[in-house]
């Protein structure tokens, strides 16, 4: 095998490319470069793709291999003697993780690494606002740059599937058609600022437990239409930089090298970025150069020997791959693609020469923070009007619970966040509220959010209960903030829970108040639905997920009637785990028998398998309540009859009937009665959120191709539609349709 020579020579060139892409090279001529068999300065001009052909040239075998793995826990090595720069990474989705050391998970104790604690992806979902995901994956990617970041290991698109995943609070709820919309402008977001997002995990890690081992099988019917198209949207509508793989196999093989990547991903897709392996999740040489994985980070935590001097070189698209180039296993053109990969990344970020600068915490993005947390809290039930609450002299609010105090940017995982600072539920109540008297008790207390741990609590539970009992009693309204929290086995990665019920007591906890106070809001923060046999305990129930930085001040905005709540749920709450596709099946589906597992509810995900089983749900994809009420009038499509070239337009009046402006999320389904296939009922195929003032009216028009409506075929691996009559059903809630229409398909 030939290996490039090196040339010293070029260094200063090469620096210019990096550096200076938009300008033309002007370098020195030396004479040794003056034979045709060498890069000359034309060589490495022009278009970025030339450029990077060029620096491929000049690499060395070495450099090549070295440039696709690790060189510490976070970073990749670059090439010093031409100057091409390491790769820096650092998690997401919600904010810049702190760093970490160089070679181990612990944190590295920088002083300068705080930043803004975004809402979990959860709520950006349940905002129904592509225009504030935009604003999000903007002010994420300034932060991203300012701590000098090259790709941000987010946004999550693993459709929600069971409510125990403890990692949905990352991702983006159960609807691939909302995932789809939802993330692109976060993606375009974060890169305008020269950051590369990392779409992640590629693909149905949808659980934690028994992730790193769990072989799905699934249709492919499944596999296309609910589970790829969030991140086909990210490569095709996002431009997304890079990919990561996930740590479960697929069909037999490990996700991170699998037939997906090279089939799919890169050649269905043109996908032209790079894929990266999920910490730990490349397994072996031999696959790991052929199928698809670009750039491997992680491994040495599964005895590769981290106790080694450098055991970055023995990852396996480390040494390993570079003998076997050497010994012509694999033909040079392997490492040629992930190194162009991974080049073409880094023109677009690290030797971007006109990427912005950054910026963290700064005002505009506690705002951003804030406008996405009001915009997606979803309010669930509102019994006599409980909120908004107004604050009166005369009334005492007692806060109960440990959610109103604690972290949630502590604990969860890899998403874990250290937040320049992290406004709590107390504390957004105690500065809203100036007239009312605010009391507090913990009522339960839980141990830290430790990862793969459960901690137990350190006082006494007992003196908790009767605390919080006693403020209960004593006050006119309590606000119960619980749910669950970040620590291991609740919403936290590497596990999944183990109850669908309230965990730490709660339950009981909430009957003792209801015993001496009835006039109880639940506000919920979870990143998961939880069973809710108490519902009847509470006059009112407001989801308010994960919010970050601004997490009190969102909720006191909602809760005091600030703001006007109008988010949706982005997947539904089955009464019981049961009601739930996935659980319906047993353990083979969920959580897997003999680490495989099946996904047997098929196509039928979320509202899909509550409307065609005809299975109620607790509160269904889509619906949220709002403090004023809507109505629609005039719906209607453009046209009864279309071709596979139209769209359709769908239009409507949405009048606000009450007495405050607010804003309504109208969704618009889709299903195709007498399929010649299994279907499920309808599909989410378009949506818009219009505010409206109190007394008026605005005309909503969503467009949708015709195009959007074929199903995957498995007889001929291919999207298909199918002609004939489909019904168009128009709602503010996939359980709430105003309108029925039918059209046909010619
Ligand atoms: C997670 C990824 C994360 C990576 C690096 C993995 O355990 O699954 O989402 O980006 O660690 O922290």
Known sequence: MKITSTHNFLTPIILSCLFLVQLSLHGQHNPQTSNSNTLTQNSISGDIESKIEAIIKTLTLEEKVAMCHAQSKFSTKGVERLGIPEIWMADGPHGVRAEISWDAWAYAGWTNDSITAFPALTCLAASFNPELSSQYGFSLGEEARYRKKDVLLGPGVNIYRTPLNGRNFEYMGEDPFLASTMVVPYIKGVQKNGVAACVKHYALNNQEHWRDKINVEISNRALHEIYLPAFKASVQEGGVWSIMGAYNKVKGQYSCHNEMLNNILKKDWNFDGVVISDWSGAHTTEESALYGLDLEMGTGTDGLGTTTDDFYSQYYLANPFLERLKNGDFPESIVDDKVRRILRLMFRTNMSANRPLGNVNTKAHHDVARNVATDGIVLLKNKGNFFPIKDDKNLTIAVIGENATRSMTA????????????????????????????????????????????????????????????????????????????????????????????????????????????????????????????????????????????????????????????????????????????????????????????????????????????????????????????????????????????????????????????????????????????????????????????????????????????????????????????????????????????????
């Not at 929290?485 to 183990?498: M, P, T, V």
């Not at 339950?507 to 108040?513: A, C, N, S, V």
């Not at 949706?568 to 003999?594: I, R």
């Not at 599909?683 to 028009?701: A, H, I, P, T, Y």
């Open 411 to 746: 604990g969860g995982g890899s998403s874990e966040l250290k937040p320049k600072f992290e406004i709590s539920p107390l504390e957004g109540i105690k500065a809203r509220y100036k007239n009312a008297t605010i009391t507090h008790a913990m009522g339960y207390q839980t141990g830290p959010s430790v990862y793969a741990r459960v901690i137990p609590p350190t006082l006494n539970l007992d003196s908790l209960r009767t605390a919080a009992i006693k403020t209960a009693k004593n006050a006119d309204i309590v606000l119960f903030v619980g749910g669950l929290n970040k620590s291991h086995l609740q919403d936290c990665e590497g596990d999944d829970r183990l109850q669908f019920g309230l965990p730490f007591g709660q339950e009981d906890l909430l009957k003792d108040i209801y015993k001496v106070n009835k006039n109880i809001g639940f506000i919920l923060v979870t990143g998961n639905a939880v069973e809710m046999p108490w519902l009847d305990k509470v006059n009112a129930l407001v989801e308010t997920w994960y919010l970050g930085s601004m997490s009190g001040h969102a909720i006191a905005d909602v809760i005091s009637g600030d703001v006007n709540p109008s988010g949706k749920l982005p997947f539904s709450f089955p009464v019981k785990l049961k009601d739930n596709g996935a659980h319906s099946f047993g353990t083979s589906s969920y959580p897997g028998e003999n680490m495989i597992q099946y996904y047997k509810e098929d196509i039928l995900v979320g509202y899909r398998w509550h409307d065609t089983k005809k299975i109620k749900p607790l509160y269904a994809f889509g619906y949220g309540l709002s403090y004023t009420s809507f109505s629609m009038s005039d719906i209607k499509t453009d046209k009864k009859t279309y071709t596979q070239e139209d769209s359709i337009t769908i239009s409507c009046a949405v009048n606000n009937t009450g007495l405050i402006s607010g804003s309504e999320v109208i969704q618009v389904y889709i299903g195709k009665p007498k399929s010649k296939v299994k279907r499920a009922i309808k599909e989410l195929k378009g949506f818009q959120k219009v505010s409206v003032d109190s007394g008026k009216q605005n005309n909503v028009s969503i467009n949708i191709h015709v195009k959007s409506l074929t199903f995957y075929d498995e007889t001929i691996s291919d999207w298909n539609l199918e002609k004939g009559d489909y019904i168009v059903y128009v709602g503010n809630a996939s359980d709430n349709i105003y309108k029925k229409i039918k059209i046909s398909i010619k």
